[in-house]
Structure formats: structure tokens, C-alpha cells
């Protein structure tokens, strides 16, 4: 972490401040909060983000901050979170501005080079998203049952890894907020992106490019799909059996410790 990098935003509040059914379980107010390997989960990722040295500064996002005393480490501070993922990235870009580097605290796998891939492959884009091939998914994390965008050039699932680099890629983080208003709804999120768009998506023949020169047309901003270099980085903690793995995987692999 360098003092004059860029800023990190680790998203950890709760989607319109209800309780993550995960952490009511575990008896705790933030999925954010629950123990892998011993440690917050939300720590594994502050550790990740202080070791890339192109980060200069963190924000933790959260509703509640009072529930992050004695677990953030020096120098890491917070802002409140907004009514959803996308109105809090809004708020962060308002307040500190372009790049800006945007995870999740349900991101426990999260390493120092994986993020710093990420940031090297974006290029000039206005905005990035870190994604894992199908492929590398089913390499690296056999047997795991992740959701995937099928396109007809590409299989890929998210990373939680987004970089806003230039203020054009507010307004894409304004539409986000849109389709994240119709998430319960794919059709209205289709009609939101055009019928061609949706059209070519249930006839199986919506390919990256096309997509990507859809959000450019809606926001005027260039966006670019950064296929990240190992599958696990696709694995975050949505439901219990994802605790399990990431745990899996932490005790298989001494560098995740």
C-alpha cells in the first residue's frame, strides 16, 4: 500500500441495510463479520488490499461502523453505506473521485497479484470487471457450483472486482442502479440494456463485444472484461456451502492463511 495509490472501496454493508441470513445464523449483524480460518472475513481482504502497493488508500463501506471497532487496522477508514451496491460506489465516486478500485467484503480469496493482474490488464478503459472464465473456474475449483453469464463467445462468472478509472464510468455505475433496482425481474433488465440486446442474448447470440458496445451507446463509456488468471477468484461466500469451500481451500493452500 503506497501512500499516494489509488483508492479501494470494500463494499460490507448489508443490500437496504437488511441482515444477511448468513450472519443472523452465526449470530452476528454482517456477513462481513464471519470467522474463516479464525479471522473475520472481511480481514482477509483489508490484508490483501494493504499488500498491493498500488493501493494508497481503503474505505470500508458499511451501514454500521461501531461493528468494525477492533477489527479494521490502522489507517483503513469508512463511509456509510447507501441503499444498495451501486448507490454506495455512486457515493464513493462523489467523494473521492477517479480511479477508483471497488470489492466486496465476501471476497475472502482475494490475493495481492490477483488484484494487481487486474489493475495492469484494465488498460485505458473507463471501466473494468474482473471475471473467470468457465473453464478456469472448473480447473481450479472443481465440483463448485458458481452462476454463470453465458454469452456466445464466453462462459464467465464474477470476481467482485471492478475498477471505476475515469469519471465517465459513473454513469455506468448509474445504470447499474437501474437494472439493480429490476434484479428480480430479467426481462425488464433486458428491455433496460434494448430489446436487441435481449433478443440476442435468448437466441443465444449476444457475444462480449456486442454488450460492451451496448453500455458504451448508454453511458459513453468504454468497458472491458479483465479475465482473471485463476478460477478461484470467482469464489465469494453468497450461501453456506461457499464458507465451506473458501475454508477448504484456506487450510489446502498456506498462502490464502
Known amino acids: 500500500m503506497s501512500e499516494s495509490g489509488l ?10 441495510g437488511a441482515a444477511d441470513p448468513m450472519a443472523v445464523t452465526a449470530g452476528l ?9 479464525g479471522t473475520p472475513m472481511i480481514s482477509h481482504v483489508l490484508d490483501t488490499l494493504r499488500a498491493v502497493p498500488s493501493v494508497g488508500r481503503i474505505i470500508v463501506c458499511i451501514e454500521n461502523q461501531n461493528v468494525l471497532k477492533g477489527i479494521l487496522p490502522d489507517g483503513v477508514e469508512t463511509m456509510s453505506a ?9 457515493a464513493a465516486i462523489r467523494d473521492c473521485g477517479t480511479p477508483l478500485l471497488v470489492t466486496t467484503a465476501d471476497n475472502p480469496l482475494l490475493r495481492p497479484e490477483w488484484v494487481q493482474f487486474f489493475l495492469d490488464d484494465a488498460g485505458t478503459a473507463d ?24 454469452l456466445s463467445d464466453a462462459a464467465f462468472s464474477g470476481c467482485n472486482l471492478f475498477l471505476f478509472r475515469t469519471p465517465a464510468s459513473a454513469r455506468v455505475a448509474m445504470l447499474w442502479q437501474k437494472l439493480e433496482k429490476e434484479r428480480k425481474h430479467p426481462v425488464r ?19 462480449t463485444k ?6 458504451r451507446k448508454l453511458t459513453g463509456a468504454q468497458g472491458k472484461f479483465v479475465f482473471m488468471p485463476d478460477g478461484r477468484a470467482a469464489v465469494d461466500v453468497d450461501k453456506p456451502a461457499d464458507l465451506v469451500l473458501v475454508s477448504r481451500l484456506m487450510e489446502a493452500t498456506p498462502d490464502f492463511r
Open 210 to 215: 456486442n454488450l460492451l458496445a451496448r453500455i
Open 82 to 90: 447507501a441503499q444498495g451496491p451501486s448507490a454506495s460506489v455512486l
Open 29 to 37: 449483524s454482517h456477513k462481513a463479520l464471519l470467522p474463516i480460518a
Open 7 to 16: 483508492t479501494a472501496i470494500v463494499l460490507a454493508g448489508s443490500r437496504a
Open 127 to 150: 471501466i473494468a470487471v474482473g471475471v473467470a472464465s468457465e473453464a478456469s473456474v472448473t480447473r481450479d475449483v472443481p465440483g463448485t457450483s458458481r452462476t454463470f453469464i453465458r
Open 189 to 207: 433488465m433486458g428491455w433496460l440494456l434494448g430489446p436487441s440486446i435481449l433478443l440476442r442474448f435468448l437466441l443465444k447470440r449476444l457475444a
